[in-house]
């Protein structure tokens, strides 16, 4: 993949747009804050990432010419899955309607493109697919949606050259042009906010922080807490696998496993929660 990002801001404007409305999308069918980060706002393409990687793709042909696909690994599929219809939903299950679900999430997303963009674009985006495209990608962009404080799902967005180059020409050109720049800066989380590092937080960099580990928690009743002896053995609702959480504010921005450093206990980072999730942990 090339490094050269276009110049081009109506391209920009425009996957924003659609990152925004994917994320107002998932607002309204799992009935809770989505947040979108840009994680490459634009970059050049010349593929379509290893051929290996298993997922979920949907396709569209755009009225003036041209397609764009959707990209969702397995893995984040599952985890739409879930959201959408129940943390309770068991792998087997989620899988099975993994792909369906992101089909079903993109076409929605594709009407409601089609009523935010307006008619003079002509793009009226319509379902053709959901196998890999066969034409050579021009642009890429990728989002991160944080759906839960503990999950995100990436999505890749891949622009075909000939959509490209009608976009760079006509779009936010026309009446409703004011109607999208709206529509993506109108939330703070937006794809258009730039990276957590353009927030300015000079003023709290030398503050201290308390870190905590967690290996586990439960609930216990009064009379259970006031019984606890010497020689007592709690149980976590964690099992001895599964990663060691850490905590600033209360609020985990990492997971890792347990290591020792010079006699000392340490943390080997595994995981972590997004730039943005881990500057909300510091409003306390």
């Not at 996957?15 to 799992?30: C, E, G």
């Not at 674009?121 to 839960?148: H, M």
């Not at 409703?176 to 730039?194: F, H, L």
Request: charged share 25%; proline share 4%; glycine share 8%.
């Amino acid at each position: 993949m090339a490094n050269q990002q276009p110049s081009n801001s109506r391209i920009r404007e425009y996957l924003d747009l659609w990152a925004n409305i994917i994320s107002d999308r998932l607002n309204k069918l799992a009935h809770g804050p989505v947040a979108v980060q840009v994680i490459s706002r634009m970059e050049t393409s010349t593929g379509f990432g290893p051929k290996s990687e298993e997922g979920s793709w949907v396709r569209f042909a755009t009225g003036i010419g041209g397609e764009q696909a959707f990209f969702i690994s397995t893995e984040d599929a599952v985890k739409l899955s879930r959201l959408l219809h129940g943390s309770g939903t068991g792998d087997a299950a989620a899988e099975a309607d993994a792909n369906k679900t992101v089909q079903e999430v993109f076409v929605q997303a594709a009407a409601d493109f089609t009523a935010t963009a307006g008619p003079e674009d002509n793009l009226e985006p319509k379902f053709i697919g959901t196998g890999r495209p066969v034409w050579e990608g021009a642009v890429q962009a990728t989002y991160c949606l944080s759906c839960e404080p503990e999950e995100s799902l990436i999505v890749h967005i891949y622009v075909s050259a000939e959509l490209a180059s009608h976009l760079q020409s006509t779009w936010g050109t026309g009446a409703s042009a004011e109607k999208k720049r709206t529509a993506i800066s109108s939330r703070p989380s937006a794809a258009t906010a730039g990276p957590a590092s353009d927030v300015r937080l000079d003023l709290l960099m030398d503050v201290e922080l308390e870190v905590a580990l967690r290996f586990g928690q439960r609930e216990m009743l009064l009379r259970d807490i006031l019984s606890i002896a010497p020689g007592t053995v709690l149980e976590l609702d964690q099992q001895v696998q599964d990663p060691v959480e850490l905590l600033v504010g209360n609020k985990v921005v990492a997971r890792g496993e347990v290591v020792t450093v010079d006699g000392n206990y340490g943390l080997r980072i595994t995981s972590l929660a997004s730039s943005e999730e881990r500057i909300e942990s510091l409003r306390m």
